[in-house]
């Protein structure tokens, strides 16, 4: 199976610009769907950004479009969300995960594999 770990995350002011990286191990990622979901204290996991096997559909949560854009290097087994335009609202715990599927999804529990997090912090 895959085994997915998250970077990236850190300290940023509102406006400020962030990527998070998703490196995969354990399987070539380019057979699976990928997603970004964020859960913010005393809420619920959330879906940002998905992009599927071969990387020519992507789909975003409509808080995130044109800021935020999803994309993924299957040469180096991993994926990217470059976040841009940041805000105060997007403060979150950032978790990567993977489906071995050719679809992506908004739902999280499509998602059997899921790396552990990275913190981002947008300050106002």
């Known amino acids: 199976q895959v085994q997915l770990v998250e970077s990236g995350g850190g300290l940023v002011q509102a406006g400020g610009s962030l990527r998070l990286s998703c490196a995969a191990s354990g399987r070539a990622l380019n057979s699976y769907a990928m997603g970004w979901f964020r859960q913010a204290p005393g809420k619920g996991r959330e879906f940002v950004a998905t992009?599927?096997?071969?990387?020519?559909?992507?789909h975003y949560a409509d808080s995130v479009k044109g800021r935020f854009a999803i994309s993924r290097d299957d040469g180096k087994n991993t994926m990217y969300l470059q976040m841009n335009t940041l805000k105060p609202a997007d403060t979150a715990v950032y978790y990567c995960a993977g489906r071995q599927s050719v679809a992506w999804s908004v739902r999280n529990y499509d998602y059997p594999y899921w790396g552990q997090g990275t913190q981002v912090t947008v300050t106002s």
């Open positions: 992009i599927g096997s071969s990387g020519a559909s992507t």
